[in-house]
């Protein structure tokens, strides 16, 4: 559906900002396609070049298999009507009600009374809003505000749903409800949506695949269970570490001291990572029913990513040494992720 070729970006100012390097970017159509980065990164000078509200440097930006950076002024505008999209602070007009802002875009295509009707009633239906179509938006709360931003965007019943930083300025309640719209509109009417945040909760909630940008560069990119539970790059992890708890808390390991060697009197601290079917019962009932080992749950976990389960168990082996390493052995034949973060002796 969209796809950005050798795409770069120089602002020529006071001083010259390389805002995007070489980004090459395929998005499929229906898709729900996330990308984050820190304050800085390019995310906005990216996705509007998705639309050419910034024209890039150099390359190539090609949507439903049109190339805009070859099209003219005029052809651009037909264009765009294709791409909608939504801004954090939502820039509303404030002087018109709901219905108005919405309809405005219509107004500029020059579609009639009635006509603009039709078209924008059942809109303000699906985002929740019939009830507020008279209302100013200063008497609207900010996801009130967000569904007009998002019903302006599909008025004119685009392809493609560019959305920059769309929730940033809503508490997480607010966030979740307004996500959730965006997906029933991605499901329901095929729409291809864009979305740049710095917020991992935004990816892991709705979107299909993941680009990590930084510094005018992707650093990686996947679908967002692979990026979730195998990172690459330090920023991809440090973003995840921000939703997914993987450390032992501090206080798990208050009555115990923690050794590199497995000296006598220690048993193995091992972290597992599991995804998908694989549930953490029947790993741990097998360690205690072939091993005969005392397993404790030091601290454990499931997250659900998309649809996903992935699941984190931090446990101790405790028993007979060589029954805990047949345990470790054991655990490396299961289709799960694992690592022996140390050995740990209880202190008393
Ligand atoms: N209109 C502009 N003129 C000059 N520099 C800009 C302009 N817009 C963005 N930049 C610079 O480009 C870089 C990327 O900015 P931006 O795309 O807004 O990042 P993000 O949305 O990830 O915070 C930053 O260094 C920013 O200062
Ligand atoms: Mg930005």
């Known amino acids: 559906m969209i796809t950005l070729e050798h795409i770069s970006k120089v602002y020529e100012n006071a001083n010259r900002v390389e805002a995007l390097k070489d980004i090459n970017l395929t998005i499929k159509k229906g898709e729900i396609y996330g990308i984050i980065g820190q304050s ?154 864009v979305l740049i945040t710095h917020e991992m909760q935004v990816i892991r909630e709705i979107c299909d695949r993941v680009a990590v940008i930084e510094g005018g560069i992707i650093l990686e990119e996947g679908s967002t269970v692979e990026v979730f539970t195998n990172p690459k790059e330090h920023t991809t992890k440090e973003f995840i570490s921000s939703v997914v708890s993987d450390n032992l808390p501090p206080e798990a390991l208050e009555h115990f001291e923690l050794h590199q060697d497995w000296i006598a009197g220690t048993a193995p601290l091992v972290r597992l990572k599991f995804t ?44 007979d040494p060589m029954k805990a390493q047949e345990g470790l052995d054991y655990i490396k034949t299961l289709p799960i992720e694992s690592e022996v973060i140390g050995y740990v002796r209880a202190n008393h």
């Open 40 to 193: 800085g990164a390019g995310k906005s000078t990216l996705i509007r070049c998705i639309n050419m509200l910034e024209a890039p440097t150099s390359g190539s930006v090609i949507v439903d298999g049109v190339d805009l950076t070859k099209l003219s002024a005029n052809d651009l505008r037909k264009a765009r009507k294709d791409i909608g999209m939504i801004f954090q602070h939502f820039n509303l007009l404030s002087s018109r009600t709901v219905y108005d802002n919405v309809a405005f875009p219509l107004e500029l295509q020059g579609l009639s009374k009635s006509e603009i009707k039709e078209r924008i009633m059942p809109i303000l239906d699906i985002v929740g809003l019939t009830d507020r179509v008279n209302n100013y938006p200063s008497q609207l709360s900010g996801g009130q505000k967000q569904r007009v931003g998002i019903a302006r965007a599909l008025a004119s019943n685009p392809k493609v749903l560019l959305c920059d930083e769309a929730t940033s300025a809503l508490d997480p309640q607010t966030t979740k409800s307004i996500l959730q719209l965006l997906k029933d509109i991605n499901e329901k009417m095929g729409l291809t949506i």
């Open 276 to 319: 998908g079917q694989v549930a953490d019962e029947p790993v741990v009932a097998g360690l205690v029913r072939r091993f005969n080992l005392d397993v404790s749950i030091l601290f454990g976990g499931i997250d659900y990513i998309q649809n996903t389960s992935v699941g984190r168990l931090i446990i101790i082996l405790n028993g």
